[in-house]
């Protein structure tokens, strides 16, 4: 189905445990972006074990608010999209900037009936040579399945004919998304598309917390972490950590 840009409705799903000092930012710039395209769209914030004024923050920036207890990024984006209703869904972290052109470039990619959505180009907010070689650790993994992964946009009737992500990962849910909604695009003539001249740019707060060279001193955490079943490790790097002060 082709979408008009006068019909469509567009939801954006973000997972956000304890990011009330990020959400005014993300959010700013998403209205931004979607203003410049001629859009309003419908944000949800799926709230996960927050301990902050995350939910607060979230109603009084106007955005649907959703609840998810659960160690799981999938899981958490699933209830996002469960709960929201536009015809396009994109999904990103509270952490991350939008570019401005971010909604006319899916606007203008999903007006072909040959694209079935796809990701976008990630780039940190700051650099350094242990965050560079990190990149360059997990670089051949993109390349070899020719996704990027760090916002995805998708209309709800593919991503619902996918299955959404995959609860059964407890990370790089997000890999798994792209090569699934890569392969079913194939198998329906269409595309998966990666942008690049829209992009993300997104905190460097991990590395913040453990350092830049973490992962190239942690390889077994870091393969355990790309296979995606490792919970101990997931809970460590994403859903037990707390942002140093």
């Known amino acids: 189905m082709v979408l008009q840009q006068s019909e469509l409705r567009c939801s954006v799903i973000i997972p956000a445990r304890n990011e009330g000092k990020n959400l005014p930012s993300c959010i700013k710039v998403l209205r931004e972006s979607a203003s410049l395209a001629g859009i309003c769209p419908e944000i949800v914030v799926v709230v996960n074990r927050?301990?902050?004024?995350?939910?607060?923050?979230?109603?009084?920036?106007?955005?649907?608010?959703?609840?998810?207890?659960?160690?799981?990024?999938?899981?958490?984006?699933?209830?996002?999209?469960?709960?929201?209703?536009?015809?396009?869904?994109?999904?990103?972290?509270?952490?991350?900037?939008?570019?401005?052109?971010?909604?006319?470039?899916?606007?203008?990619?999903?007006?072909?009936?040959?694209?079935?959505?796809g990701g976008v180009l990630i780039l940190p907010d700051r650099w350094s040579l242990g965050i560079l070689c990190t990149g360059l650790l997990i670089l051949p993994l993109a390349i070899w399945y020719q996704i990027s992964c760090g916002l995805f946009f998708v209309r709800r009737e593919d991503f619902n004919a996918i299955g959404g992500f995959n609860e059964q990962m407890s990370s790089v849910e997000d890999v798994d998304f792209a090569r699934r909604l890569k392969a079913y695009g194939r198998r329906s003539g269409r595309r998966y598309v990666n942008l690049f001249r829209a992009y993300i740019v997104t905190s460097a707060r991990k590395f913040d917390h453990f350092g830049d060279w973490y992962f190239i001193r942690h390889p077994l955490m870091l393969f355990e972490l790309l296979r995606g079943k490792n919970q101990r490790y997931s809970d460590l790097i994403w859903y037990d950590w707390k942002e140093k002060e």
């Open 50 to 117: 927050c301990s902050d004024n995350t939910e607060q923050v979230a109603r009084d920036l106007g955005c649907v608010v959703v609840h998810a207890e659960e160690k799981n990024l999938a899981a958490i984006r699933n209830r996002g999209v469960q709960a929201s209703t536009g015809e396009i869904v994109v999904t990103v972290d509270a952490d991350s900037r939008v570019s401005l052109n971010m909604f006319k470039v899916i606007l203008e990619k999903l007006e072909s009936p040959h694209c079935v959505g």
